[in-house]
T-cell receptor, first 119, second 112 residues
Framework: DTEVTQTPKHLVMGMTNKKSLKCEQHMGHRAMYWYKQKAKKPPELMFVYSYEKLSINESVPSRFSPECPNSSLLNLHLHALQPEDSALYLC??????????????????FGPGTRLTVL | QKEVEQNSGPLSVPEGAIASLNCTYSDRGSQSFFWYRQYSGKSPELIMFIYSNGDKEDGRFTAQLNKASQYVSLLIRDSQPSDSATYLCAVGRETSYDKVIFGPGTSLSVIP
């Protein structure tokens, strides 16, 4: 299985809502990522989990809260978002540093994304 | 200077021609280099990776890496309309953290 799945595909929420994005992979990867992508811009890294531990937080506002329940699952909890948070949210996974072939740790595979609209 | 730069687009080529996409990077410690293709409204798809100087070929795609010049390119031979997409260059370095830096992307349009 070489697929990263994300749910939901689309999400519309109000600024007072609480929602969660979910990501799952079954490739045995030990690194998982959340990215945010605005139109005509490259993906912008938000969080990295390596061996189920948060290794990178790119100064993301606390209204975004990541969670890694196990090595296959990654969640992003959303609360009190702003309209400017509307974007495509991408999950990715890769072999973690220290496993497999040198360099392959950065070989990231993306899920289809969740299109988020904040009203 | 941006960490990863790509030739500004949009790039238009006729069907059957060679499309050349370029990427430069500033960190000499970079060790892994990736090309992603992203169709409008879709997620990035990894199409090529290269770690050593020289050329790497996969079907109609050739990645070229020159670490001395801090330059990586992607050639698409016999371009097809289905190749029309944004191409993202990503650069990583081997550290204890798994992170790549994406370039801004180049939009390619293949004209039938």
């Amino acid at each position: 299985d070489t697929e990263v799945t994300q749910t939901p595909k689309h999400l519309v929420m109000g600024m007072t809502n609480k929602k969660s994005l979910k990501c799952e992979q079954h490739m045995g990867h030990r690194a998982m990522y959340w990215y945010k992508q605005k139109a005509k811009k490259p993906p912008e890294l938000m969080f990295v989990y390596s061996y189920e531990k948060l290794s990178i937080n790119e100064s993301v506002p606390s209204r975004f809260s990541p969670e890694c329940p196990n090595s296959s699952l990654l969640n992003l909890h959303l609360h009190a978002l702003q309209p400017e948070d509307s974007a495509l949210y991408l999950c990715a996974s890769s072999q973690a540093y220290g496993t497999g072939t040198s360099g392959r740790a950065n070989e990231q595979f993306f899920g289809p994304g969740t299109r988020l609209t904040v009203l | 200077q941006k960490e990863v730069e790509q030739n500004s687009g949009p790039l238009s080529v006729p069907e059957g021609a060679i499309a050349s996409l370029n990427c430069t990077y500033s960190d000499r410690g970079s060790q892994s280099f990736f090309w992603y293709r992203q169709y409008s409204g879709k997620s990035p798809e990894l199409i090529m990776f290269i770690y050593s100087n020289g050329d790497k070929e996969d079907g109609r795609f050739t990645a070229q890496l020159n670490k001395a010049s801090q330059y990586v390119s992607l050639l698409i031979r016999d371009s097809q309309p289905s190749d029309s997409a944004t191409y993202l260059c990503a650069v990583g370095r081997e550290t204890s953290y798994d992170k790549v830096i994406f370039g801004p992307g180049t939009s390619l349009s293949v004209i039938p």
